[in-house]
């Protein structure tokens, strides 16, 4: 079970509060060793793309892959529902959605069962709730952790839980504790668990990675309180992107709506990735250049060729809307993906509708000038 002592203390000034956790039945664990692969993304790309997009990405990598397996772990059904705006899902509705994370290949779930963990285990969380009411100096951070490895701790996670911490912050802190278990034998995991409060979840989990955590935290679309915890989700997307994970992630965009139906949870219209608006254009110019890469059968360079994440390797696709800023090419292609013949008198139709509205036209708006 994981004693997240730092959670219900205020603590403005500490930067990261420790967390003890050890390797227990009541955390659900996913092995994905086995499916874990070093296959890289470029097996989506039907066009070597490098002779298309000139990648500033790779120019001067500061976050070279680090060569090893990465865990993850979903927090949305413990840290998750302690939003104040979600519902606690049915047992059922968390079940399917502890399938969807097996799915994607995360390594442990918290599946937020209370428990005791004996007189010893109950020591230590007593000391780590002590000591996560003062600054953690580097001595008292040595103190503890020390103190927990010698005590049997099989795995220790260093938590943000205010969000206050950089990507500088997060690498640093992990590299200390990473050398304190190794001073100390080793072989125990590290965790990193991060908060949204300063909108840094993703690329401070990314840093702490670098700096030597085995496993990192997050929760789904990043729920969780007050401004919400690492979004898991993005964080998958980014690794792959970097090549450091090989998860499959075609059903990433399931468990996104997933988890936002069983926990009743609004999705921003604009969140990357999985929001409504993620992969939907009604420019003329974006469009055009997308619908082009279609006609041409390929569905990887639709993907990219206006979209710096690629819809397809994640589940999802390109939306062409039509709208007063859109070409006749949008209203061509809205009429064929629809089965409809584009003819001319009915393209103009709905192309001066168009123009002359102020928003993006509705599907039924359109369908009534059929
Ligand atoms: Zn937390």
């Known amino acids: ?15 990261a509060v420790v967390v003890i956790i050890f390797r227990s039945e009541l955390k659900t664990r996913f092995d994905s060793t086995a499916r874990f692969r070093r296959v890289g993304l470029r ?28 865990g993850f772990d979903d927090e949305t059904l413990r840290d998750g529902l302690q939003s104040p705006s979600v519902s606690e899902p049915q047992v059922e509705e968390k079940i399917e959605l502890l399938h969807l994370m097996n799915a994607l290949a995360i390594d442990t779930a918290d599946i937020g069962l209370p428990g005791a963990g004996g007189t010893h285990a109950a020591g230590v969380e007593r000391l780590a709730r002590e000591i996560a009411e003062q600054k953690l100096s580097p001595d008292v ?49 590290l965790d990193w668990h991060g908060h949204q409060d300063r909108g840094l979840g993703v ?5 702490a990675i670098q700096g030597g955590a085995d496993q990192v935290h997050g929760s789904a679309l990043g729920i969780g309180e007050r401004v919400g915890n690492t979004p898991l989700d993005q964080l998958l997307v980014n690794l792959k992107l970097m090549e450091w994970i090989d998860n499959d992630l075609s059903r990433l965009g399931e468990y996104c709506q997933i988890a936002a139906r069983i926990c009743k949870w609004t999705i921003p219209y604009n969140y990357p990735v999985f929001g409504r608006d993620a992969f939907r254009t009604a420019t003329g110019v974006h ?28 589940g999802l696709e390109q939306v062409i809307e039509v709208g007063p800023m859109s070409g006749r090419s ?19 139709r709905i192309f001066e509708r168009a123009k002359g509205a102020t928003c993006v036209l509705e599907e039924s708006e359109i369908m009534e000038l059929l």
């Not at 079970?1 to 403005?12: D, I, K």
């Not at 969000?163 to 304190?180: L, M």
């Not at 013949?341 to 009915?346: Q, S, T, V």
Request: charged share 25%.
């Open 203 to 207: 690329i401070n989990s990314i840093a």
């Open 141 to 189: 951070i040595r103190a503890l952790y020390t103190v927990a490895i010698r005590c049997g701790a099989k795995a220790v996670c260093v938590c943000d839980t205010v969000g206050h911490s950089t990507p500088d912050g997060a690498r640093a802190v992990v590299r200390f504790v990473k050398s304190i278990i190794e001073e100390q034998g080793g072989n125990i995991r």
């Open 287 to 314: 469009a055009a250049a997308v619908i082009k890469s279609y006609k041409k059968g390929d569905q990887h360079l639709a993907d990219i060729i206006y979209s710096g994440v690629p819809a397809g390797a994640f």
């Open 1 to 15: 079970m994981e004693y997240q002592t730092g959670e219900t203390s205020s603590l403005t000034f500490i930067c």
């Open 330 to 348: 949008n209203v061509i292609y809205w009429l064929e993906k629809r089965g409809f013949e584009p003819n001319e008198e009915r393209v103009n």
């Open 43 to 70: 097996r989506f790309f039907r066009v070597p793309i490098e002779e298309l997009v000139y990648d500033w990405n790779t120019i001067e990598p500061d976050f070279p892959p680090p060569g090893r397996h990465i």
